[in-house]
Protein backbone atom coordinates (compact mmCIF):
# COMPACT_ATOMS: atom_id res chain seq x y z
CA UNK A 1 0.00 0.00 0.00
CA UNK A 2 1.52 3.39 -1.01
CA UNK A 3 1.82 5.57 2.45
CA UNK A 4 -0.36 8.86 1.94
CA UNK A 5 1.25 12.18 1.43
CA UNK A 6 1.46 14.32 4.97
CA UNK A 7 -1.81 16.73 5.17
CA UNK A 8 -0.76 20.35 4.74
CA UNK A 9 -2.21 21.17 7.71
CA UNK A 10 0.48 18.82 9.65
CA UNK A 11 3.81 20.53 8.51
CA UNK A 12 3.79 23.68 10.43
CA UNK A 13 2.75 22.25 13.72
CA UNK A 14 4.69 19.20 15.21
CA UNK A 15 2.07 17.93 17.44
CA UNK A 16 -0.73 17.60 14.78
CA UNK A 17 2.52 15.40 12.75
CA UNK A 18 2.55 13.22 16.00
CA UNK A 19 -1.54 13.15 15.61
CA UNK A 20 -1.38 12.24 12.00
CA UNK A 21 1.34 9.66 12.24
CA UNK A 22 -0.81 7.80 15.51
CA UNK A 23 -4.24 8.14 13.25
CA UNK A 24 -2.38 6.35 10.02
CA UNK A 25 -1.46 3.62 12.70
CA UNK A 26 -4.31 2.99 14.14
CA UNK A 27 -6.51 3.52 11.06
CA UNK A 28 -4.17 2.56 8.02
CA UNK A 29 -5.94 3.81 4.94
CA UNK A 30 -5.27 4.90 1.56
CA UNK A 31 -5.99 8.23 1.33
CA UNK A 32 -5.99 10.46 4.50
CA UNK A 33 -6.99 14.29 4.93
CA UNK A 34 -7.20 16.14 8.33
CA UNK A 35 -8.90 19.24 8.71
CA UNK A 36 -9.99 21.44 12.22
CA UNK A 37 -13.19 20.50 12.94
CA UNK A 38 -13.59 22.54 16.79
CA UNK A 39 -11.71 24.42 19.37
CA UNK A 40 -13.38 24.73 22.72
CA UNK A 41 -11.96 27.20 25.84
CA UNK A 42 -9.36 24.69 27.22
CA UNK A 43 -6.23 23.17 25.24
CA UNK A 44 -8.04 20.79 23.54
CA UNK A 45 -8.53 20.53 19.95
CA UNK A 46 -10.69 18.78 17.51
CA UNK A 47 -9.67 17.65 13.52
CA UNK A 48 -11.96 15.75 11.15
CA UNK A 49 -10.30 13.31 9.69
CA UNK A 50 -11.33 11.63 5.96
CA UNK A 51 -10.09 8.38 5.87
CA UNK A 52 -10.83 6.68 2.89
CA UNK A 53 -13.83 8.68 2.08
CA UNK A 54 -15.15 7.85 6.20
CA UNK A 55 -14.69 10.92 8.44
CA UNK A 56 -13.97 10.45 12.29
CA UNK A 57 -13.07 12.94 14.75
CA UNK A 58 -9.67 13.11 16.59
CA UNK A 59 -9.35 14.60 19.80
CA UNK A 60 -5.85 16.19 20.58
CA UNK A 61 -6.02 16.79 24.40
CA UNK A 62 -2.41 17.59 25.15
CA UNK A 63 -0.97 16.56 28.62
CA UNK A 64 -0.62 17.79 31.56
CA UNK A 65 -2.90 20.38 30.81
CA UNK A 66 -5.82 17.81 29.74
CA UNK A 67 -6.57 14.26 30.65
CA UNK A 68 -8.42 12.03 28.35
CA UNK A 69 -9.39 9.47 30.87
CA UNK A 70 -12.49 11.24 32.45
CA UNK A 71 -13.60 11.78 28.60
CA UNK A 72 -13.31 8.05 27.81
CA UNK A 73 -15.16 7.25 31.10
CA UNK A 74 -18.33 9.23 30.59
CA UNK A 75 -18.16 8.48 26.97
CA UNK A 76 -19.02 4.82 27.86
CA UNK A 77 -21.39 5.64 30.78
CA UNK A 78 -23.73 7.98 28.34
CA UNK A 79 -23.57 5.11 25.79
CA UNK A 80 -24.62 2.70 28.72
CA UNK A 81 -27.63 4.90 29.30
CA UNK A 82 -28.94 5.20 25.71
CA UNK A 83 -27.70 8.63 24.88
CA UNK A 84 -26.00 9.01 21.48
CA UNK A 85 -22.08 9.93 22.43
CA UNK A 86 -18.86 9.53 20.27
CA UNK A 87 -17.82 6.06 20.27
CA UNK A 88 -13.92 5.81 21.28
CA UNK A 89 -12.44 3.82 18.35
CA UNK A 90 -8.56 4.16 19.71
CA UNK A 91 -6.82 5.77 22.31
CA UNK A 92 -3.66 6.94 23.64
CA UNK A 93 -4.17 8.33 26.76
CA UNK A 94 -0.52 8.90 27.60
CA UNK A 95 0.34 11.54 24.45
CA UNK A 96 -3.50 12.85 24.82
CA UNK A 97 -5.22 11.22 21.28
CA UNK A 98 -8.50 9.60 20.99
CA UNK A 99 -9.77 8.63 17.75
CA UNK A 100 -14.10 9.11 17.83
CA UNK A 101 -16.80 8.33 15.75
CA UNK A 102 -18.24 11.50 13.91
CA UNK A 103 -21.44 12.89 15.11
CA UNK A 104 -22.03 15.57 12.19
CA UNK A 105 -21.21 18.68 11.65
CA UNK A 106 -24.36 21.06 12.91
CA UNK A 107 -24.88 21.79 16.15
CA UNK A 108 -28.30 22.54 18.16
CA UNK A 109 -26.58 26.34 17.66
CA UNK A 110 -26.53 26.40 14.54
CA UNK A 111 -30.05 24.67 13.50
CA UNK A 112 -32.44 26.23 15.79
CA UNK A 113 -35.44 27.68 14.50
CA UNK A 114 -39.00 28.60 15.27
CA UNK A 115 -39.66 25.69 13.08
CA UNK A 116 -37.82 23.13 14.69
CA UNK A 117 -37.45 24.33 18.36
CA UNK A 118 -39.87 22.31 20.35
CA UNK A 119 -38.75 18.94 18.53
CA UNK A 120 -35.22 19.46 18.80
CA UNK A 121 -35.45 20.50 22.73
CA UNK A 122 -38.02 17.47 22.96
CA UNK A 123 -35.13 15.35 22.05
CA UNK A 124 -32.60 17.13 24.37
CA UNK A 125 -35.03 16.64 27.29
CA UNK A 126 -36.04 12.65 26.31
CA UNK A 127 -31.77 12.41 26.33
CA UNK A 128 -31.38 13.90 29.62
CA UNK A 129 -33.95 12.00 31.29
CA UNK A 130 -32.21 9.08 30.16
CA UNK A 131 -28.73 10.09 31.57
CA UNK A 132 -30.47 10.99 34.55
CA UNK A 133 -32.30 7.74 34.87
CA UNK A 134 -28.74 5.95 34.41
CA UNK A 135 -27.53 7.57 37.91
CA UNK A 136 -25.01 4.82 39.87
CA UNK A 137 -23.11 6.45 43.04
CA UNK A 138 -19.46 6.10 43.22
CA UNK A 139 -18.97 6.42 39.32
CA UNK A 140 -18.42 10.05 38.93
CA UNK A 141 -17.14 12.67 40.99
CA UNK A 142 -19.72 14.36 43.64
CA UNK A 143 -20.78 18.44 42.70
CA UNK A 144 -20.30 18.58 45.98
CA UNK A 145 -19.93 22.28 48.18
CA UNK A 146 -15.89 22.69 48.30
CA UNK A 147 -16.20 22.38 43.99
CA UNK A 148 -19.26 24.55 43.66
CA UNK A 149 -17.53 26.81 46.08
CA UNK A 150 -14.45 26.99 43.88
CA UNK A 151 -16.40 27.69 41.15
CA UNK A 152 -18.31 30.63 42.62
CA UNK A 153 -15.00 32.14 43.39
CA UNK A 154 -14.06 33.05 39.90
CA UNK A 155 -16.45 35.40 39.51
CA UNK A 156 -14.30 37.99 42.51
CA UNK A 157 -11.16 36.44 41.38
CA UNK A 158 -11.89 37.08 37.36
CA UNK A 159 -14.44 39.10 36.72
CA UNK A 160 -14.57 41.29 39.75
CA UNK A 161 -11.24 41.57 40.04
CA UNK A 162 -8.99 41.57 36.64
CA UNK A 163 -12.01 42.21 34.43
CA UNK A 164 -13.79 45.13 35.81
CA UNK A 165 -10.85 45.98 38.23
CA UNK A 166 -12.76 46.95 41.15
CA UNK A 167 -11.86 45.79 44.53
CA UNK A 168 -14.37 44.54 47.66
CA UNK A 169 -14.17 46.83 50.16
CA UNK A 170 -14.73 44.61 53.19
CA UNK A 171 -18.59 44.69 53.63
CA UNK A 172 -19.29 44.13 50.19
CA UNK A 173 -16.71 40.79 50.30
CA UNK A 174 -18.77 39.92 53.23
CA UNK A 175 -22.22 40.97 51.23
CA UNK A 176 -21.05 38.06 48.49
CA UNK A 177 -19.59 35.43 50.51
CA UNK A 178 -23.41 35.18 52.29
CA UNK A 179 -25.16 35.41 49.00
CA UNK A 180 -22.10 32.45 47.76
CA UNK A 181 -23.29 30.52 51.61
CA UNK A 182 -27.53 30.68 50.35
CA UNK A 183 -26.69 29.73 46.83
CA UNK A 184 -24.69 26.82 47.93
CA UNK A 185 -26.59 26.09 50.57
CA UNK A 186 -30.03 25.44 48.37
CA UNK A 187 -27.98 23.39 45.38
CA UNK A 188 -27.10 20.89 47.82
CA UNK A 189 -30.54 20.79 49.09
CA UNK A 190 -31.34 19.27 45.78
CA UNK A 191 -31.72 15.44 44.59
CA UNK A 192 -28.06 14.33 43.11
CA UNK A 193 -27.97 12.68 39.66
CA UNK A 194 -25.70 12.38 36.73
CA UNK A 195 -24.70 15.76 35.21
CA UNK A 196 -23.27 16.46 32.00
CA UNK A 197 -22.09 19.74 33.47
CA UNK A 198 -22.26 21.76 30.21
CA UNK A 199 -25.94 20.52 28.53
CA UNK A 200 -26.31 23.49 26.09
CA UNK A 201 -27.17 24.07 22.36
CA UNK A 202 -23.35 24.30 21.33
CA UNK A 203 -22.48 20.58 22.85
CA UNK A 204 -25.71 19.18 21.26
CA UNK A 205 -25.48 17.67 17.17
CA UNK A 206 -27.65 17.30 15.03
CA UNK A 207 -27.51 13.79 14.04
CA UNK A 208 -29.31 10.31 14.20
CA UNK A 209 -30.25 9.17 17.37
CA UNK A 210 -30.67 12.72 18.27
CA UNK A 211 -29.06 14.34 19.43
CA UNK A 212 -25.22 13.58 19.82
CA UNK A 213 -24.03 14.72 22.79
CA UNK A 214 -20.69 16.03 23.16
CA UNK A 215 -18.10 17.81 25.74
CA UNK A 216 -19.16 15.77 29.17
CA UNK A 217 -15.41 15.26 30.33
CA UNK A 218 -16.50 17.40 33.26
CA UNK A 219 -19.55 15.07 34.26
CA UNK A 220 -20.53 14.42 37.84
CA UNK A 221 -22.92 13.22 40.12
CA UNK A 222 -24.82 16.77 41.38
CA UNK A 223 -28.12 18.63 41.86
CA UNK A 224 -31.16 17.10 39.70
CA UNK A 225 -31.88 20.66 38.19
CA UNK A 226 -28.33 21.36 36.97
CA UNK A 227 -28.37 20.45 33.11
CA UNK A 228 -31.81 21.52 32.48
CA UNK A 229 -30.82 24.73 34.02
CA UNK A 230 -27.66 25.10 31.42
CA UNK A 231 -30.02 24.04 28.79
CA UNK A 232 -32.05 27.05 28.78
CA UNK A 233 -29.96 30.11 30.42
CA UNK A 234 -27.18 29.24 27.68
CA UNK A 235 -23.83 30.83 27.02
CA UNK A 236 -24.80 31.83 23.71
CA UNK A 237 -28.60 32.64 23.30
CA UNK A 238 -31.60 33.46 25.49
CA UNK A 239 -35.11 32.69 25.55
CA UNK A 240 -38.01 35.07 27.00
CA UNK A 241 -39.08 33.69 30.23
CA UNK A 242 -42.24 32.20 28.96
CA UNK A 243 -40.58 30.38 26.46
CA UNK A 244 -37.76 28.92 29.69
CA UNK A 245 -41.09 28.13 31.92
CA UNK A 246 -42.95 26.24 28.91
CA UNK A 247 -39.61 23.95 28.39
CA UNK A 248 -38.77 23.47 32.29
CA UNK A 249 -42.36 21.95 32.64
CA UNK A 250 -41.73 20.04 29.69
CA UNK A 251 -38.61 18.49 31.25
CA UNK A 252 -39.99 18.92 35.14
CA UNK A 253 -43.29 16.63 33.73
CA UNK A 254 -41.40 13.87 31.53
CA UNK A 255 -38.75 13.60 34.77
CA UNK A 256 -41.62 13.02 36.99
CA UNK A 257 -43.49 10.44 34.64
CA UNK A 258 -39.84 8.97 34.01
CA UNK A 259 -39.45 8.04 38.39
CA UNK A 260 -36.61 10.65 38.78
CA UNK A 261 -36.52 12.74 42.00
CA UNK A 262 -37.91 15.83 41.14
CA UNK A 263 -40.33 18.26 43.66
CA UNK A 264 -43.68 17.80 43.23
CA UNK A 265 -44.21 21.59 43.26
CA UNK A 266 -43.59 22.69 40.05
CA UNK A 267 -42.99 25.94 41.38
CA UNK A 268 -40.46 24.79 43.75
CA UNK A 269 -38.33 22.98 41.02
CA UNK A 270 -38.19 26.28 39.05
CA UNK A 271 -37.18 27.77 42.27
CA UNK A 272 -34.08 25.37 42.29
CA UNK A 273 -33.55 25.55 38.95
CA UNK A 274 -33.01 29.49 39.10
CA UNK A 275 -30.46 29.35 41.80
CA UNK A 276 -28.85 26.56 40.44
CA UNK A 277 -28.60 28.65 37.23
CA UNK A 278 -27.62 31.67 39.46
CA UNK A 279 -24.18 29.47 40.54
CA UNK A 280 -23.92 28.30 36.94
CA UNK A 281 -24.12 32.13 36.06
CA UNK A 282 -21.21 33.64 38.49
CA UNK A 283 -19.33 31.16 37.36
CA UNK A 284 -19.43 31.42 33.96
CA UNK A 285 -18.80 34.98 34.50
CA UNK A 286 -15.38 34.09 36.40
CA UNK A 287 -14.62 31.69 33.63
CA UNK A 288 -15.22 33.93 30.62
CA UNK A 289 -13.13 36.31 32.25
CA UNK A 290 -10.27 33.71 32.46
CA UNK A 291 -10.12 32.33 29.49
CA UNK A 292 -9.97 36.26 27.99
CA UNK A 293 -7.10 37.20 30.51
CA UNK A 294 -4.99 34.50 31.01
CA UNK A 295 -5.48 31.96 27.67
CA UNK A 296 -5.80 34.85 25.15
CA UNK A 297 -9.39 33.71 23.69
CA UNK A 298 -11.42 37.39 23.82
CA UNK A 299 -14.52 36.03 21.77
CA UNK A 300 -16.05 34.50 25.14
CA UNK A 301 -16.24 37.60 27.06
CA UNK A 302 -18.37 39.08 24.38
CA UNK A 303 -21.34 36.84 26.12
CA UNK A 304 -20.92 38.31 29.31
CA UNK A 305 -23.83 40.69 29.33
CA UNK A 306 -26.05 37.64 28.65
CA UNK A 307 -25.04 36.50 32.14
CA UNK A 308 -24.93 39.73 34.14
CA UNK A 309 -28.48 39.37 33.15
CA UNK A 310 -29.87 36.47 34.06
CA UNK A 311 -27.95 37.19 37.87
CA UNK A 312 -29.69 40.38 38.02
CA UNK A 313 -33.02 38.61 36.89
CA UNK A 314 -32.95 36.00 39.51
CA UNK A 315 -31.54 38.40 42.06
CA UNK A 316 -34.31 40.53 41.76
CA UNK A 317 -36.57 37.63 41.94
CA UNK A 318 -36.03 36.65 45.25
CA UNK A 319 -35.96 38.60 48.37
CA UNK A 320 -32.54 36.77 49.74
CA UNK A 321 -30.70 37.61 47.06
CA UNK A 322 -31.07 41.47 46.73
CA UNK A 323 -27.86 42.19 48.49
CA UNK A 324 -26.50 40.54 45.22
CA UNK A 325 -28.20 42.83 43.09
CA UNK A 326 -27.35 45.56 45.14
CA UNK A 327 -23.57 44.41 44.70
CA UNK A 328 -24.05 43.97 40.40
CA UNK A 329 -25.41 47.42 40.34
CA UNK A 330 -22.56 48.89 42.78
CA UNK A 331 -19.78 46.97 40.51
CA UNK A 332 -21.04 47.88 36.91
CA UNK A 333 -23.78 49.88 35.10
CA UNK A 334 -27.13 47.65 34.09
CA UNK A 335 -26.50 46.26 31.03
CA UNK A 336 -29.34 43.45 29.36
CA UNK A 337 -28.35 40.35 27.94
CA UNK A 338 -28.43 39.65 24.43
CA UNK A 339 -31.84 38.28 23.35
CA UNK A 340 -32.92 35.41 20.83
CA UNK A 341 -36.33 34.50 20.77
CA UNK A 342 -38.94 32.79 18.25
Known amino acids: MTEPPEPAACRDDPRLRDLSDWVRRVAPAESCTIEPASADASFRRYFRVTLDGRTRIVMDAPPPQEDCRPFVHVARLLTAAGVHAPEVLAEDLARGFLLLTDLGTRTYLDVLDAGNAAALFGDAIAALVRWQLATRPGVLPPYDEALLRRELALFPDWYIARHLRRTLTPAQHD ?16 PTVFVHRDYMPRNLMLSDPNPGVLDFQDAVIGPISYDIASLLRDAFLSWEEEQVIDLTVRYWERARQAGLPVTEDFGEFYRDVE ?24 RYLADTPRFVGYVRKVAERYAPLKPLLRLMDELEPRSAGVAFTF
Do not use: E
Open 175 to 190: ALQAMFTLIVRSNLAQ
Open 275 to 298: WMGLQRHLKVLGIFARIHYRDGKP
